[in-house]
T-cell receptor, first 115, second 112 residues
Framework: KAGVTQTPRYLIKTRGQQVTLSCSPISGHRSVSWYQQTPGQGLQFLFEYFSETQRNKGNFPGRFSGRQFSNSRSEMNVSTLELGDSALYLC??????????????FGPGTRLLVL | GNSVTQMEGPVTLSEEAFLTINCTYT??????LFWYVQYPGEGLQLLLK?????DKGSNKGFEATYRKETTSFHLEKGSVQVSDSAVYFC???????????FGTGTSLTVIP
């Protein structure tokens, strides 16, 4: 089975621009979660989508949004980029059942640099 | 609420030394517990997991035992290698929930 894939792997943007990141989950997985990882803040949960609906949301401003398509692929959008948005954005998928039955598997990440 | 606390890093060990990375948790219900590893420039990989009390997860020489009485899930390895240098994350998901909670990560460097 193919793993979680994320595109693009690297991205450079300037302040004020917007960006869209894409994540394709493992086949059959219905849950996709997004995380932001920075040296200062560590791994922070952005949101989770399950069957095209946002199921959980972290503590990020409304500039961060996402969506999930019927094939479970997910996109994350960041509008009006700030320097502090420079980070590694990780996507993770799992089957979607509640609890630990659905282990989460991560993609390689998209490294975003905002200049 | 749910949370995970890991020992602060960075940790530096010589090759073949014994490794312990402490992890304690707070959770409602009976969580499942995980250790993930992140090698430089990569995403997180599942290292091992345990889904109920007294379960021992193991993989690649690493072990962790789910201790409900001490709410802990410490990661151990008897003899580390240079290739084990990475950042290790402890995580949980409550059995009634659907969100993962991660610790802050512990950076391990193994020197020859």
């Amino acid at each position: 089975k193919a793993g979680v894939t994320q595109t693009p792997r690297y991205l450079i943007k300037t302040r004020g621009q917007q960006v869209t990141l894409s994540c394709s989950p493992i086949s059959g997985h219905r849950s996709v979660s997004w995380y932001q990882q920075t040296p200062g803040q560590g791994l922070q949960f952005l949101f989770e989508y399950f069957s095209e609906t946002q199921r959980n949301k972290g503590n990020f401003p409304g500039r961060f949004s996402g969506r999930q398509f019927s094939n479970s692929r997910s996109e994350m959008n960041v509008s009006t980029l700030e320097l502090g948005d420079s980070a590694l954005y990780l996507c993770a998928s799992r089957p979607g059942e509640r609890g630990g039955l659905g282990t989460q598997y991560f993609g390689p990440g998209t490294r975003l640099l905002v200049l | 609420g749910n949370s995970v606390t890991q020992m602060e890093g960075p940790v530096t060990l010589s090759e073949e030394a014994f490794l312990t990375i402490n992890c304690t948790y707070t959770a409602t219900g009976y969580p499942s517990l995980f250790w993930y590893v992140q090698y430089p420039g990569e995403g997180l990989q599942l290292l091992l997991k345990a889904t109920k009390a007294d379960d021992k997860g193991s993989n690649k020489g690493f072990e962790a035992t789910y201790r409900k009485e001490t709410t802990s899930f410490h990661l151990e390895k008897g003899s580390v290698q240079v290739s084990d240098s990475a950042v290790y994350f402890c995580a949980l998901i409550a059995n009634t929930g659907n969100q993962f909670y991660f610790g802050t990560g512990t950076s391990l460097t193994v020197i020859p």
